[in-house]
C-alpha cells in the first residue's frame, strides 16, 4: 500500500517538527516506521516526480523533464511492468499525472483525480473491492493511492483549526497576514491527508492486511510557495518517506540519502524479483537491517522548468547552481490576479519598499546567485549561503565538477540552455529568449 500526498514537504508534520500541524495519524505511523528524513525528487514537479517513482528512473532516463516539458522515450517500464511478472496486480486510485510504461496501471475509482477540482470526496470503496478481487484471483497486489493534499488552491479541510497567530512560518518567508493565511489553509488540507492516512490504516485493520502487507507514505514535493514546489532548495525538492511492516521493517529514523526513483526497484527486491537496471537503488536492506548503511553519497537535483537550476545534495552540503541568474526568477502564479499565491506576493514586495532585511528576501527569491553553497544539516532553509568563504573555495569547485560528472552520467548538457519552456499559460506555445549565458 503507497500513499503519496501532494505538495507536501518534509516539514509539514508533528514528526518532522511543525508544531503547529495536526497530523496524529502520520506521526504515529512514523514511530512505526523506517523513518526517512532526507528523501528527495530529481525534479519537483507533479509530473517528473510521479515518473521517476513509478518507473525507478531519472527524468532524463524516462523523458518526464517537467510539467510542460515531456520527450518520447521508448522501451520505459512502469510498476505494473514490472510487478505484474511476479504476481501483483498494480492498481491506482486518485491523482495519476503519469502516463509511461507498456503495462497497464489498472484505475481503481474512489479518489479524485484533480487537485484543483472543487469535489475532493474520496472513497475507500474501490480500494477494498480492488484488493478482494487480487485475493479472488490469488494475485498479490499493490494499491497506490495518489491523494490530492495538499495542492493548492487549499480550500479543503478546517482552516480554523490553524489560527494565524500560531502559524510558524519558514525562515525564508516574510510575516504579512496573507502568507500566514495561506500557510494555515495548507496546514488544513495535511490535516486532511492525515485523515486518509488513518483510513487507510483502519481498512488494513479491518481486511487483516497489517501482517503481510508494506504500508508506505510518501509526501511528495514541497509546498507551492517561493523557494518550494518548482526549486531545487529543500522546501521544494525534499520529502519523507516512512515505510511500515511490523516484525520486518524496522522501526527508526535515519538522514541517510534517498530518492524517489528507489521505490520500484525496493519493491522488486521484497517482491522476490531480480535486481533490475535501472536508475533507483533498493532500500530493502536499509530498511530491515540492524545497521543503517549510507545509501546514497549525493543525489542529484535536475530543474529544467520554469527555470534552469542544478543541485548536487551530499550528506551535509548541498550546491545550487542557477543557470542564468540574470533573469528573474518569478513565474506567472506569482502575480496573476486570483492566484493562490497573487495576494502574499503583493504583500511581500509592498514590504519590502521600506524595509532592508525583507527586501534582501526578496532579491534573494527573485534572483539567485549562479552557485549557491549550504550546509543543510545546520541551516535545512538554505538561509546563509557559504559559497563566497575562502574556507569553501576547493568545496564549491570539487562539488561543481561533481555535479558535472552526474549530469554527463545522466545525458545532461553542462551548458544552460539559451531558451526555456514558456513559464505562465500565457507563454503557452511560445519559447522565451535568455540575452545573456552564464560562465
Given at each position: ?5 501532494d ?9 518532522t ?6 497530523t ?24 517528473p ?7 525507478g ?9 517537467a ?7 521508448t ?51 474501490g ?10 484471483e ?13 495542492h ?5 479541510g ?8 500560531q ?8 510575516d504579512?497576514?496573507a ?29 487483516d ?6 504500508l508506505?507514505?510518501l509526501?511528495?514535493?514541497g ?10 532548495y529543500?522546501?521544494?525538492?525534499r ?5 511500515q ?6 522501526p527508526?529514523?535515519t ?24 536508475d ?17 553519497n ?9 527555470f ?9 552540503y ?15 502564479n506569482f502575480?496573476s490576479?486570483?492566484k ?11 514590504k ?15 534572483q ?49 540552455p ?18 545573456k549565458?552564464?560562465?
Amino acid at each position: 500500500m503507497i500513499i503519496i500526498g501532494d505538495d507536501v514537504g518534509w516539514d509539514a508534520f508533528g514528526c518532522t517538527g511543525m508544531k503547529e500541524a495536526r497530523t496524529p495519524a502520520i506521526d504515529q505511523l512514523a514511530k512505526e516506521s523506517t523513518m526517512m528524513t532526507r528523501f528527495y525528487c530529481s525534479v519537483s514537479q507533479c509530473a517528473p516526480l510521479r515518473a521517476e517513482l513509478y518507473t525507478g528512473l531519472f527524468p532524463m532516463s524516462n523523458g518526464v523533464l517537467a510539467n510542460a516539458r515531456k520527450e518520447k522515450r521508448t522501451g520505459i517500464k512502469n510498476i505494473a511492468d514490472h510487478l505484474n511478472p511476479l504476481g501483483y496486480k498494480v492498481g491506482l486510485s486518485g491523482k495519476k499525472h503519469f502516463g509511461l510504461g507498456t503495462a497497464k496501471i489498472d484505475v481503481i475509482p474512489g479518489f479524485p483525480s484533480n487537485a484543483n477540482g472543487s469535489n475532493q470526496v474520496h472513497s475507500f470503496d474501490g480500494v477494498e473491492n480492488y484488493i478482494l478481487q487480487a485475493k479472488k484471483e490469488e494475485n498479490s497486489f499493490c494499491v497506490i493511492i495518489g491523494a490530492t493534499h495538499a495542492h493548492h488552491p487549499w480550500d479543503h479541510g478546517k482552516e480554523s483549526n490553524f489560527p494565524t497567530d500560531q502559524i510558524q512560518l519558514r525562515p525564508h518567508y516574510i510575516d504579512t497576514p496573507a502568507a500566514r493565511q495561506a500557510m494555515a489553509k495548507h496546514a488544513a488540507e495535511v490535516e486532511v491527508l492525515d485523515q486518509q492516512v488513518h483510513e487507510t490504516r483502519e481498512l488494513m485493520k479491518k481486511m487483516d492486511l497489517e501482517k503481510d502487507t508494506i504500508l508506505i507514505f510518501l509526501s511528495e514535493q514541497g509546498i507551492a510557495m517561493p523557494r518550494g514546489k518548482w526549486s531545487p532548495y529543500e522546501h521544494g525538492s525534499r520529502a519523507i518517506c516512512l515505510a511500515q511492516w511490523k516484525g520486518e521493517i524496522l522501526p527508526r529514523k535515519t538522514d541517510t540519502l534517498a530518492m524517489y526513483c528507489d521505490i520500484v526497484p525496493t519493491l522488486i527486491d521484497f517482491a522476490g524479483g531480480k535486481n533490475p537496471d535501472l536508475d533507483g537503488k533498493s532500500l530493502k536492506k536499509l530498511w530491515t537491517s540492524e545497521k543503517v548503511k549510507n545509501h546514497r553519497n549525493e543525489v542529484l537535483i535536475s530543474n529544467v522548468h520554469p527555470f534552469w537550476q542544478k543541485a548536487i545534495v551530499t550528506d551535509t552540503y548541498k550546491l545550487i547552481w542557477t543557470g542564468h541568474p540574470e533573469r528573474e526568477h518569478i513565474w506567472g502564479n506569482f502575480k496573476s490576479k486570483g492566484k493562490f499565491f497573487a495576494k502574499p506576493w503583493a504583500e511581500w514586495t509592498e514590504k519590502a519598499q521600506d524595509n532592508q532585511r525583507v527586501a534582501r528576501k526578496v532579491d534573494h527569491i527573485l534572483q539567485p546567485k549562479a552557485f549557491e553553497l549550504y550546509d543543510i544539516v545546520n541551516d535545512p532553509y538554505e538561509i546563509k549561503d557559504l559559497s563566497n568563504l575562502p574556507e569553501n573555495k576547493e568545496r564549491v569547485v570539487n562539488l561543481q565538477a561533481r555535479l558535472n560528472q552526474l549530469m554527463t552520467d545522466c545525458g545532461e548538457s553542462t551548458i544552460p540552455p539559451l531558451e526555456t519552456a514558456p513559464n505562465t499559460k500565457k507563454d503557452k506555445g511560445k519559447r522565451r529568449k535568455i540575452q545573456k549565458t552564464s560562465k
